[in-house]
């Protein structure tokens, strides 16, 4: 089975600092992708960012970015230039093929608790 | 952005009461899920629907549990004779294509106690 361990429950930073967020997964596939979740206090959880696994480039979104290593299956967010609007709760995320060959639903960390600190 | 809209946001039951909780996905969507997340723990997936029938669930998601799209507007989960255990935050989500990359758009959830 499928599991993804996010081993910070909390984090803090500075704002206008960098946080990096760890997350790592275990699973036998080769093909899946991996995902970050933000969850403010309003609890809709939004995609942040997504990686595929055939992928070597990490992936990028303007002041978010991953770092992505395959063979240590880890999968760590980075924060740059962090806002106050980017306090909440993220969630890492692993997703695959069923045996059905359609997707999977999503298996999710426990999650960290991003405060920024003003 | 279109959204996922969830009610009632807090619904309360006494234990074997039957609850249905109600989602309305964003309109052109065809794939829908239901996640739960018992306070502390992980976020947890349930069940996902596509063209009128569950397309994949997970152990979780017993006979207790059943989906329903009664119209083209609504996706609903009923929970019936409700357990102690089943107080947890229920998130419903929506997706275009079910393809392995897609973002999933989330409601707000419905917050369930059980007494």
């Known amino acids: 089975a499928q599991t993804v361990t996010q081993s910070q429950p909390e984090m803090s930073v500075q704002e206008a600092e960098t946080v990096t967020l760890s997350c790592t997964y275990d699973t036998s596939e080769s093909d899946y992708y991996l995902f970050w979740y933000k969850q403010p206090p309003s609890r809709q959880m939004i995609l942040v960012i997504r990686?595929?696994?055939?992928?070597?480039q990490n992936a990028t979104e303007n002041r978010f970015s991953v770092n992505f290593q395959k063979a240590a299956k880890s999968f760590s967010l980075k924060i740059s230039d962090s806002q106050l609007g980017d306090a909440a709760m993220y969630f890492c995320a692993y997703r695959t093929l069923n045996s059905g060959g359609g997707a999977d639903g999503l298996t999710f960390g426990k999650g960290t608790h991003l405060i920024i600190q003003p | 952005e279109p959204e996922v809209t969830q009610t009632p946001s807090h619904q309360v039951t006494q234990m074997g009461q039957e609850v249905i909780l109600r989602c309305v996905p964003i309109?052109?969507?065809?794939?829908f899920y239901w996640y739960r997340q018992i306070l502390g723990q992980k976020v947890e997936f349930l069940v996902s629907?596509?063209?009128?029938?569950?397309?994949?669930k997970s152990e979780i998601f017993d006979d207790q549990f059943s989906v329903e799209r009664p119209d083209g507007s609504n996706f609903t989960l009923k929970i019936r004779s409700t357990k102690l255990e089943d107080s947890a935050m229920y998130f419903c989500a929506s997706s275009e294509s079910g393809v392995l990359n897609e973002k999933l758009f989330f409601g707000s959830g419905t917050q369930l106690s059980v007494l």
């Open positions: 629907f596509y063209n009128n029938e569950i397309s994949e």
């Open positions: 309109s052109n969507h065809l794939y």
């Open positions: 990686q595929e696994a055939y992928k070597q």
